[in-house]
């Protein structure tokens, strides 16, 4: 399926629900997490319906090298200078919420450590 018109992140590639886009090719969709877990926090999806990880085939390893390189040109693109974290949550006990494949990119200082 290209498109769900139930899942909340199709509709948002559609345009149905706003976010604040960082970046959009035809391929996929850059935006920033509405409940940012890190100072910097970007949700990386393909704008076709891929449900999570569990569902992802060779056939997709293209457009998966193309979402995780993006991640670090975004994070610099977004002042991100000292390291961040690339994270994909797969199913229930994944602690996945969304069921539309995304990679969490989250950067900036992290408060709690020291130094
Ligand atoms: P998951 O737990 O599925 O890996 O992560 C889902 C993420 O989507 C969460 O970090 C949550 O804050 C984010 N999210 C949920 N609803 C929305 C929304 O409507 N807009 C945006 N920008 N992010 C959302
Ligand atoms: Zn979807």
Redesign the pocket.
């Known amino acids: 399926m290209s498109h769900d018109p139930n899942c909340?992140?199709c509709k948002?590639v559609a345009g149905q629900?706003p976010?604040?886009k960082v970046y959009e090719d035809e391929d996929v969709l850059a935006?920033?997490?509405?409940?940012?877990?890190a100072p910097v926090?970007i949700?990386i999806i393909p704008k076709r319906h891929i449900a999570s990880m569990a569902d992802v085939t060779e056939a997709e390893s293209q457009l998966l090298g193309k979402m995780t390189t993006l991640g670090p040109r975004l994070m610099k693109e977004l002042g991100v200078s000292n390291g961040f974290r690339h994270?994909?949550?797969t199913g229930h006990d994944?602690?996945?919420?969304?069921?539309h494949l995304?990679l969490?990119v989250m950067g900036g200082p992290r408060p709690w450590l020291k130094g």
């Open positions: 909340l992140f948002i629900i976010s604040k935006f920033h997490d509405i409940h940012p877990w926090h949700l994270v994909i949550n994944g602690g996945q919420e969304v069921f995304h969490h």
